[in-house]
T-cell receptor
Framework: AQTVTQSQPEMSVQEAETVTLSCTYDTSENNYYLFWYKQPPSRQMILVIRQEAYKQQNATENRFSVNFQKAAKSFSLKISDSQLGDTAMYFCAFMKYLWGGNKLVFGAGTILRVKS | DTGVSQNPRHKITKRGQNVTFRCDPISEHNRLYWYRQTLGQGPEFLTYFQNEAQLEKSRLLSDRFSAERPKGSFSTLEIQRTEQGDSAMYLC??????????????????FGAGTRLSVL
């Protein structure tokens, strides 16, 4: 079974600085997808960035980028120029294939606090 | 498009009572997922629908839990004889996808704000 591990329960960063959130996963599959979702306090979860395992190039979305190391099964999220609105719980997720669908397997999350 | 809508947002019930939650997916999405999230943990998969067909259920979904998606539109999740261990956030997500799978842009799951259940 696939597992996702986020080893940092909490992180904090000063506004405008850069922070990296760690994620490792375990799978025997070769083709899969990885995601980072953001869950602000009392608000719904939104997709931050995604990575397709067969692509070697790391995904980027504005201030968010990933460092995908397939052999090491590592998928870290870097947030540049941190903003107060980045304060949230961040979940790393692995996409498991179901027949006709896709199931997400989540890590336990990392609480990120951006300080002014 | 108003996104995925879940009702109620909060539900407080006494142990042994039945509760029902509703999820309205994004209108053009054919897939609907239910997840459960306990405090300090990531969401865990419960069940999944493609159109009106329930295609997989997790072992977490005991026989006290039942989910439906009549006509492939909204979905309901019912918990019978609630227990204190059922207290959690219940999340619904929807996506558009084809049988060949894959995580194209259309397979990304969009989440609702969740229903927080407290069983006293």
């Amino acid at each position: 079974a696939q597992t996702v591990t986020q080893s940092q329960p909490e992180m904090s960063v000063q506004e405008a600085e850069t922070v990296t959130l760690s994620c490792t996963y375990d799978t025997s599959e070769n083709n899969y997808y990885l995601f980072w979702y953001k869950q602000p306090p009392s608000r719904q979860m939104i997709l931050v960035i995604r990575q397709e395992a067969y692509k070697q190039q790391n995904a980027t979305e504005n201030r968010f980028s990933v460092n995908f190391q397939k052999a090491a099964k590592s998928f870290s999220l870097k947030i540049s120029d941190s903003q107060l609105g980045d304060t949230a719980m961040y979940f790393c997720a692995f996409m498991k294939y179901l027949w006709g669908g896709n199931k997400l397997v989540f890590g336990a999350g990392t609480i990120l606090r951006v300080k002014s | 498009d108003t996104g995925v809508s879940q009702n109620p947002r909060h539900k407080i019930t006494k142990r042994g009572q039945n509760v029902t939650f509703r999820c309205d997916p994004i209108s053009e999405h054919n897939r609907l997922y239910w997840y459960r999230q306990t405090l300090g943990q990531g969401p865990e998969f419960l069940t999944y629908f493609q159109n009106e067909a329930q295609l997989e259920k997790s072992r977490l979904l005991s026989d006290r839990f039942s989910a439906e998606r009549p006509k492939g539109s909204f979905s309901t999740l019912e918990i019978q004889r609630t227990e204190q261990g059922d207290s959690a956030m219940y999340l619904c997500a929807s996506s558009w996808g084809v049988a060949s799978g894959g995580a194209t842009a259309k397979n990304i799951q969009y989440f609702g704000a969740g229903t927080r259940l407290s069983v006293l």
